[in-house]
């Protein structure tokens, strides 16, 4: 994941050399081959692979969300991410997603526990994978989509008061283009404090 926000960032300030670019590519292409290794026969992902009785949801979703971004710099084989998109399919109720496995530094999670904000970070992973293209024809990344966003849309005035949650669920609507992304948004708007000239959230 960091060698592909470095290119990106790089190349956004134009200072992507041809040497950074082709180092880059080198640790891309490790890291997704290592990544493979810590994949399930059912098509998810966790910290030890089958060592590990479950494959994670988190963790699975954040390789789809990183291999989609790695698309643009090389060749993402669709089946893994159909197989990973399949598995997390099984892993919500009602459109709402629940982590079966077990996560081992949970601080990396970044404050994503099951409910709204694994449901948010399972659609975010789902929409950039879906725009990448990395899919083809298969439409089940776009299907379970629909039904996370049902969901997060539902959760609106539940979480109207929790920056975090409501922060998360407002980037997942948009990115879904969620014709409640802009209420979302106004509800976040609403929580920012304003002080000398700076906007927060507390």
Do not use: C
Request: overall charge negative; charged content about 20%.
């Amino acid at each position: 994941a960091p060698n592909v926000y470095v290119r990106n960032y790089l190349a956004n300030i134009d200072e992507l050399t041809t040497e950074i670019k082709e180092k880059t590519s080198r640790f891309m292409m490790t890291g997704y081959q290592r990544e493979l290794t810590f994949k399930h026969s059912d098509g998810s992902f966790s910290a030890f692979g089958d060592r590990d009785d479950n494959g994670s949801l988190w963790l699975t979703a954040f390789v789809v969300k990183v291999f989609a971004q790695s698309k643009p710099y090389m060749d993402i084989d669709p089946k893994v991410m159909e197989e990973a998109t399949k598995w997390m399919s099984k892993q919500h109720v009602g459109g709402k997603f629940i982590e079966p496995g077990t996560i081992h530094h949970t601080d990396m999670q970044g404050g994503v526990t099951a409910g709204v904000t694994m449901t948010a970070f399972v659609s975010i992973a789902l929409s950039e994978a879906i725009t990448s293209g990395v899919y083809g024809s298969d439409n089940t990344a776009k299907n379970l989509n629909a039904v996370a966003v049902d969901y997060l849309e539902g959760q609106l005035e539940d979480i109207a008061n929790d920056n975090y949650a409501l922060a998360l669920v407002t980037y997942a609507l948009t990115l879904a283009k969620s014709s409640k992304a802009v209420d979302a948004l106004t509800q976040l708007e609403h929580l920012a404090t304003i002080e000398n000239g700076m906007k927060y959230w507390k």
